[in-house]
């Protein structure tokens, strides 16, 4: 799944070392990032009322003139109370004003690498610990579906089948076409349950059951094929997600 950051700080030389550690964070992990960067909280709001879906801020209070740091968290949270906020500073006395504003930590600076990259897997858990949903077109409505339920996808020319598990788990898989390719698809999933299996499939791993020479065996009767190069790498994220899941 794409993460989108926002780093709202002034100073070049601090923007560019918390972006060069944050795309270190997300290479280390296996995690896709899209950064964006902010010199000051009126840039900001205007692209943020764009796009409306950042899944973390990391916060500079002292942002120069007009709006300080602290006002852009109270505005953010008015709006959307799941972006997460992490505030840097370098003055540790504004630290208990984050928690009016539900803010995930408070750096000082310098930022430590070391200790951004513990915060950043404290930002991962919790967003990885919510219900997360999937946005979608069908030809005659938008839809919000639970990641959850994604069993697998099928690609076609210019949209995918997703098949989903029934809501009482006792019924048959679901299957609605949605107007994304399976690329698009892809880059909306995690990357840690989800895995292209063949050219034209994508599976949910905790709906596999068994993995045969061509093809996986899923809940609810389904099957998807496995082409011969994706055997191996299917096999081996099988097993990685059971072994981090089911220990």
């Known amino acids: 799944m794409l993460w989108k950051v926002a780093i709202c700080e002034d100073d070049p030389v601090q923007s560019r070392n918390i972006r060069r550690m944050t795309e270190g964070w997300s290479q280390d992990r296996?995690?896709?990032?899209?950064?964006?960067?902010?010199?000051?909280?009126?840039?900001?709001?205007?692209?943020?009322?764009?796009?409306?879906?950042?899944?973390?801020?990391?916060?500079?209070?002292?942002?120069?003139?007009g709006m300080d740091g602290m006002e852009l968290a109270r505005r953010i949270r008015q709006r959307d109370e799941g972006i997460q906020i992490l505030f840097i500073s370098g003055l540790s006395e504004y630290m208990s004003q984050g928690y009016d504003v539900q803010a995930l930590h408070f750096l000082v600076k310098p930022v430590e690498e070391g200790r951004l990259w513990e915060v950043l897997?404290?930002?991962?858990?919790?967003?990885?610990?919510?219900?997360?949903?999937?946005?979608?077109?069908?030809?005659?409505?938008?839809?919000?579906?639970?990641?959850?339920?994604?069993?697998?996808?099928?690609?076609?020319s210019h949209t995918t089948a997703l098949y989903l598990a029934p809501e009482d788990k006792t019924g048959a898989m679901e299957c609605q076409e949605v107007r994304l390719c399976l690329g698009e698809?892809?880059?909306?999933?995690?990357?840690?349950?989800?895995?292209?299996?063949?050219?034209?499939?994508?599976?949910?791993?905790?709906?596999?059951?068994?993995?045969?020479?061509?093809?996986?065996?899923?809940?609810?009767?389904?099957?998807?094929?496995?082409?011969?190069?994706?055997?191996?790498?299917?096999?081996?994220?099988?097993?990685?997600?059971?072994?981090?899941?089911?220990?």
């Open 30 to 65: 296996n995690r896709k990032l899209q950064i964006f960067s902010y010199k000051d909280c009126e840039a900001f709001l205007s692209d943020w009322g764009e796009r409306m879906d950042f899944d973390l801020v990391i916060l500079d209070i002292h942002l120069g003139q």
């Open 121 to 156: 897997d404290k930002a991962l858990d919790t967003i990885n610990k919510r219900e997360s949903f999937l946005l979608v077109e069908t030809e005659d409505q938008v839809w919000r579906i639970p990641v959850s339920r994604i069993v697998y996808g099928e690609a076609f």
């Open 185 to 247: 698809l892809e880059e909306k999933l995690p990357v840690s349950e989800f895995l292209r299996c063949h050219r034209s499939y994508l599976v949910h791993l905790p709906y596999i059951r068994r993995i045969e020479r061509t093809e996986a065996l899923l809940d609810y009767g389904g099957t998807v094929p496995v082409s011969r190069g994706k055997r191996a790498g299917l096999c081996q994220a099988f097993l990685d997600y059971h072994k981090e899941h089911c220990s």
